[in-house]
């Protein structure tokens, strides 16, 4: 009963959610964040944790659970490595996937306690559903939330579009802080958005590292 009735108030909030962003106009925020040209996907009804995976809510209180597009267009053709097997727990904080283009590889974490009960095999097999349908064909786990109210700590909606273009704020600053090193500085449009896809190719090991740590990891 109490799942129920958390799934029940998510779809009411997530119903407001939509219909005032029918009443308002799109934040100009999709329009600035731009990674080759295209906006960057913050779809509505999606949650967003700040490591950045994206969770999708089902009625019955599962979710899928994938990497968000923040991430996918730091390399130029990602894949997902599935790290966890059906019936395993995650623990909040847990290596979850790893996102590999390459010789570059960045681990992504669980943002909250779940059981795994589904694998999406298929993502390994074509890849490019990452790139053409993330939010329906590219999630990577079903997962059953310990708690529900997990979610709430979520971003979502409005709360996620001002987020990630906080997100390319603090990418600008991290980038900024090659020179410091004397490596060479990756050039960004004045927007904030990257030039284009790889820009992960251009960091060093070292800068991989510290990207993953900065921006994958979870509180």
Do not use: C
């Not at 295209?38 to 990497?67: N, Q």
């Not at 909250?112 to 786990?141: C, H, K, M």
Request: proline share 6%.
């Amino acid at each position: 009963m109490t799942v129920l009735l958390f799934v029940t108030m998510i779809l009411i909030f997530l119903g407001v959610d939509y219909v005032m962003q029918r009443k308002h106009k799109p934040a100009p925020v999709l329009q600035q964040v731009q990674a080759v040209g295209d906006p960057l996907r913050v779809p509505p009804g999606i949650f967003f944790a700040p490591s950045h995976t994206w969770m999708s809510l089902f009625p019955s209180g599962k979710v899928r659970i994938g990497v968000d597009d923040f991430v996918l267009r730091m390399m130029k053709n990602p894949e997902l490595v599935l790290l966890k097997k059906t019936g395993s727990s995650i623990r909040k904080g847990e290596p979850l996937l790893q996102i590999k283009d390459q010789s570059r590889t960045m681990t992504a974490r669980s943002p909250i306690d779940a059981e795994i009960v589904e694998l999406n095999e298929t993502i390994q097999e074509n890849p490019q559903s990452l790139r053409e349908s993330l939010f329906s064909n590219g999630w990577a786990y079903t997962i059953k939330p310990q708690r529900g109210s997990d979610l709430t700590a979520m971003l979502l909606g409005e709360q996620s579009r001002v987020w990630i273009q906080q997100e390319f704020g603090r990418l600008r600053d991290f980038i900024a802080g090659f020179s410091a090193d004397g490596s060479p500085v990756p050039v960004l449009m004045q927007d904030g958005g990257l030039t284009a896809e790889g820009i992960l190719d251009t960091f060093s090991a070292t800068q991989v590292e510290q990207f993953e740590q900065n921006f994958l990891h979870v509180d």
